[in-house]
């Protein structure tokens, strides 16, 4: 196996180890549904990629067809539209009903649906459309790292601003630049975008639970001040 083979399937495994674990965390710690079952759907789409190139499959094969309308699903809606959605949680208190969850998923898979059968006839204006997309998603965790910065989490706002510029790269060359020296399957890129990505899910799990931390401790201080005076009196009383 060469060298690159080898990375790339390190680059996959740890995405889909990252995007199963954290998924299963969001949603058991926070039951921010949006952001689990986004972070398992990568994982899923990185496992169906894992099969893939261990069979080495090629266009023909149900798996590739697979792969292509997860990538347009998460590319679109998935790590866009859904994270901002799940990100506001923390940043806006947002707390969307049981029926914006499903609906802003048959949303996401409509739209996944659409670009896998017309994405061709489209062309260009696909890649153009993802990269709007990836923009206003970016604007908008500039503003979660800004949060993040706020509140003391340094560190944590380095790691998210980090993580989305590498993403931007990652998402502003997919359709239009090739790697010098890639290979026709572009596992040099891939090797790339699958390390990212996992970094992604796994900095924005730690940056997410920073803030709703932060939030907690914000909600706990009236009742802090509130029992300050009782506490104060029934020890005065003893």
Not at 25 to 37: P, Q, S
Request: glycine letters at 8%.
């Amino acid at each position: 196996m060469a060298l690159r083979d080898l990375l790339f399937l390190l680059a996959d495994v740890w995405m889909i180890v990252v995007g199963f674990t954290f998924g299963w965390k969001f949603i058991r710690n926070f039951k921010n549904y949006l952001l689990g079952l986004e972070w398992i759907i990568v994982a899923t789409s990185g496992s169906n990629f894992l099969v893939y190139a261990l069979l080495g499959a090629d266009e023909t094969s149900p798996m590739y067809t697979v792969a292509y309308f997860f990538d347009q699903f998460s590319r679109s809606v998935g790590i866009t539209l859904i994270l901002v959605m799940g990100l506001m949680q923390v940043t806006h208190r947002y707390r969307p009903s049981v029926g914006t969850d499903v609906g802003v998923f048959v949303f996401a898979a409509a739209v996944g649906l659409f670009l896998l059968f017309f994405s061709e006839r489209i062309g260009v204006g696909v890649a153009i459309f993802l990269i709007v997309v990836n923009v206003l998603t970016t604007l908008f965790l500039i503003h979660f790292a800004k949060r993040l910065w706020a509140i003391g989490a340094k560190g944590t706002a380095l790691g998210v601003s980090l993580a989305t510029a590498a993403a931007c790269v990652i998402a502003w060359t997919y359709d239009f630049v090739h790697v010098p020296g890639d290979d026709a399957a572009h596992t040099l890129f891939y090797i790339g975008a699958l390390s990212t990505w996992g970094f992604q899910m796994f900095t924005y799990y730690f940056a997410y639970r920073a803030l709703h931390r932060h939030n907690e401790s914000v909600d706990a201080e009236p009742n802090r001040r509130e029992q300050s005076p009782a506490g104060a009196g029934e020890q005065s009383w003893s």
